[in-house]
Nanobody
Framework: QVQLVESGGGLVQDGGSLRLSCTIS????????MAWFRQAPGKEREFVAA????????WYADSVKGRFTISRDNAKNTFYLQMNSLKPEETAVFYC??????????????????WGQGTQVTVSS
């Protein structure tokens, strides 16, 4: 079955950068969308970014546009989230997710069946 594993979380200073990775156990079939979500303490999980497996289409939350970049390496069954200019309020557990869904529905977390275990990102002031 489909399994995902995140890595790359850690502690970074205000304004710093981190690169998260998510590796899928098997190569997804055409039509899969890959996404990043995050959940801060006491807050609901929110959408961050998504990318289509077969094309270059990307989607971003307004709050991260211009600072975060989602990308993929199909040969490695891996997708990434490059995060620049991180802010303390973005401290959260980041989760990767995937499913065979339309990109227009990428921000809807309830549409994803497959989730990683989460990786902690802490931004200090």
């Amino acid at each position: 079955q489909v399994q995902l594993v995140e890595s790359g979380g850690g502690l970074v200073q205000d304004g710093g950068s981190l690169r998260l990775s998510c590796t899928i156990s098997g190569r997804p079939v055409n039509g899969y969308t890959m996404a990043w979500f995050r959940q801060a303490p006491g807050k609901e999980r929110e959408f961050v970014a998504a990318i289509n497996w077969s094309f270059d289409n990307t989607w971003y939350a307004d709050s991260v546009k211009g600072r975060f970049t989602i990308s993929r390496d199909n040969a490695k069954n891996t997708f990434y989230l490059q995060m620049n200019s991180l802010k303390p309020e973005e401290t959260a557990v980041f989760y990767c997710a995937t499913d065979r869904i339309l990109g227009v529905h990428a921000p809807s977390q309830w549409r994803y069946k497959y989730w990683g275990q989460g990786t902690q990102v802490t931004v200090s002031s």
